[in-house]
């Protein structure tokens, strides 16, 4: 089970972090993503990472101000959201998967989102 928190509302240019803390003994197996969805739109990868820690991913328009980590030993997955624009106004999601992936397909677990609302 996947829980997502640390949403809320932020003034253009500010930060936050999101956590998504995961239930069982299995975490550190799974790579973890994180996702998005607007309003009226699709559900669209942010970023993701691997179970290591080691490896990266993030999409074009959160490159360089969003930065994904893990704590294995605490079952978390953080996204630190630093230079926030309204555009990343949306409902974020975690999610698990046996190996890391940009396409939400690939991810069969997931979280309840948290709303990160950023106003101009």
């Known amino acids: 089970q996947l829980q997502a928190s640390g949403g809320g509302s932020v003034q253009a240019g500010g930060s936050l972090r999101l956590s998504c803390a995961a239930s069982g003994n299995t975490f550190s197996s799974y790579a973890m993503g994180w996702f998005r969805q607007a309003p009226g739109k699709e559900r669209e990868f942010v970023a993701a990472?691997?179970?290591?820690?080691?490896?990266?991913y993030y999409a074009d328009s959160v490159e360089g101000r969003f930065t994904v980590s893990r704590d294995n030993a605490k079952s978390t997955v953080y996204l630190q959201m630093n230079s926030l624009k309204p555009e990343d106004t949306a409902v974020y999601y975690c999610?698990?998967?046996?190996?890391?992936?940009?396409?939400?397909?690939?991810?069969?677990?997931w979280g309840r989102g948290t709303l990160v609302t950023v106003s101009s």
């Open positions: 999610a698990a998967g046996l190996v890391v992936a940009t396409s939400k397909a690939n991810y069969p677990y």
């Open positions: 990472i691997t179970w290591t820690g080691g490896g990266t």
